[in-house]
């Protein structure tokens, strides 16, 4: 059973930096492509950013291509999402989700496991 727990939330002002943690478990994540989403109040989960835990390949959503980044520990079994100049529009839940594919995707149909959540809200 494949469980993702987020961490690393929290209130920011505008400007500041977060780092999120999903820390994986209960399966061989080598071949996975774990997922970055957020989802604020009224609007659809959107995508923020992927990496393949194989090659460390990356791919972000425009909106925060050079503030966001994503990394991962392979020994730690953990993946992280650094956010940098953060913006209002930047709070929402963040969830971390894993595809059991090796192939980069950015619609939320596509993933297969999910967190339950880390609320960031960002003040202006």
């Known amino acids: 059973q494949v469980q993702l727990v987020e961490s690393g939330g929290g209130l920011v002002q505008a400007g500041g930096s977060l780092r999120l943690s999903c820390a994986a478990s209960g399966h061989t994540f080598s071949r996975y492509v774990m997922g970055w989403f957020r989802q604020a109040p009224g609007k659809e989960r959107e995508f923020v950013a992927a990496i393949s835990w194989s090659v460390g390949s990356t791919y972000y959503s425009d909106f925060v291509k050079g503030r966001f980044t994503i990394s991962r520990d392979n020994a730690k079994n953990t993946v992280y999402l650094q956010m940098n100049s953060l913006k209002p529009e930047d709070t929402a839940v963040y969830y971390c989700?894993?595809?059991?594919?090796?192939?980069?995707?950015?619609?939320?149909?596509?993933?297969?496991?999910w967190g339950q959540g880390t609320q960031v809200t960002v003040s202006s």
């Open positions: 989700a894993a595809r059991d594919t090796p192939t980069l995707r950015v619609h939320y149909y596509e993933y297969d496991y």
